[in-house]
């Protein structure tokens, strides 16, 4: 399908305007510049009780231009107006279906493999794509043929879709990966091939399940990035890594203890297995210690120390320990100490 024009969707509400309500991408040509067709491109928006945002998400996309574009919804049985917003836009939707399920990635899995598209990516039902997004995605594929995943840059927005600030990621660096999560997944695509060489979401994580993906395609193919700023983040007070911050650490240290017990771990990366396992340990103990949790945030912290036992910053950590027994700020204060001699 080529999407359509904003003279051809429901006209918005009266108060907004603007991406992607009263504006829209120039339709792209039917060919590319060198006269091959555009690949065809799939995107997934995984739902549940998103009404307040989902039609903005939904714009974003129908409103690229591109030329041929399958656009999948799949909803986990809302209740609160968001199926009477997807059916608006109907007639725009390859398919689309509302119903339970297991989470999210179950939602994304079953999206991908009804998808047919050369190309595809998901976009959450709260996340909105910037103008010409599909089309910098095909071209940073073309500028990298052998790559399996490429993705660009985002902006952080409220829930009135104002803009807070610009994330910047750096090009694809598996040990940066596994410290901290620098592919934005509202900004990447992949090539349909990717999943079965890689294989889909892990539906037992219902959090960090797109850093596993990544961690898998960065193990096994090309990852490249290029600095386009491709969509919209949006942070908002129901966001799911809010509410369930834990989990997301509990989940990701499970996904590290599989990864690293896998024989798919390249030699440099084994290296830093206990560096980086020991780092989320700390992670998840003052994670705990946030929620007054002092005997899990205790045994998390003596985890990382057994993990880097020869670390001076393991100083650090035990006066965190000591804090957990007597409510001192003994942690803050050496690691503030330790900050102040590093900047000398």
């Not at 992607?20 to 009780?49: A, C, F, H, R, Y």
């Not at 995605?137 to 879709?161: C, Q, R, T, W």
């Not at 890689?198 to 290029?226: A, Q, S, W």
Request: glycine share 4%; with cysteine.
């Amino acid at each position: 399908m080529r999407c359509p024009t904003l003279k051809k969707l429901p006209v918005p509400q009266t108060s907004k305007t603007g991406w992607p309500w009263t504006e829209e991408s120039l339709q792209l040509p039917d060919k590319m510049p060198d006269g091959s067709k555009w690949p065809k491109i799939s995107i997934v928006t995984p739902s549940l009780n998103q009404g307040k945002f989902i039609e903005e998400t939904i714009r974003s996309v129908l409103l690229q231009g591109y030329p041929d574009l399958e656009y999948i919804i799949i909803d986990g049985g809302s209740k609160d107006g968001s199926v009477d917003i997807i059916m608006k836009y109907e007639p725009w939707l390859a398919y689309w279906v509302t119903e339970t399920d297991n989470g999210q990635a179950q939602a994304i899995n079953k999206g991908l493999k009804k998808s047919s598209g050369e190309i595809v990516a998901w976009l959450n039902s709260d996340d909105v794509y910037k103008p010409f997004a599909l089309k910098s995605g095909v071209e940073i594929f073309l500028k990298h043929p052998a790559a399996y995943m490429i993705y660009g840059d985002v902006s952080f927005v409220d829930e009135n879709s104002k803009f807070l600030k610009k994330f910047n990621t750096k090009q694809f660096d598996l040990i940066s990966q596994l410290y901290t999560n620098m592919v934005p997944q509202q900004a990447a695509f992949f090539r349909r091939k990717v999943f079965n060489k890689v294989g889909y979401l892990n539906e037992r994580f219902h959090h960090p399940f797109d850093n596993d993906l990544f961690i898998r395609i960065g193990t096994m193919c090309e990852v490249k990035y290029e600095p386009v700023e491709i969509a919209k983040y949006r942070l908002h007070q129901n966001s799911k890594t809010e509410i369930a911050a834990i989990n997301f650490f509990l989940e990701y240290l499970a996904i590290l203890d599989e990864y690293f017990r896998s024989n798919l771990v390249p030699q440099y990366v084994r290296k830093h297995k206990n560096r980086i396992l020991s780092y989320w340990h700390e992670r998840t103990a003052h994670k705990y210690m946030e929620l007054f949790s002092y005997d899990n945030a205790r045994d998390y912290f003596r985890r990382s120390i057994l993990l880097t036992p020869m670390r001076i910053q393991n100083i650090t950590l035990c006066a965190y320990i000591i804090d957990t027994f007597i409510g001192s700020n003994f942690g803050k204060i050496i690691q503030s100490i330790g900050r102040k001699l590093r900047r000398l």
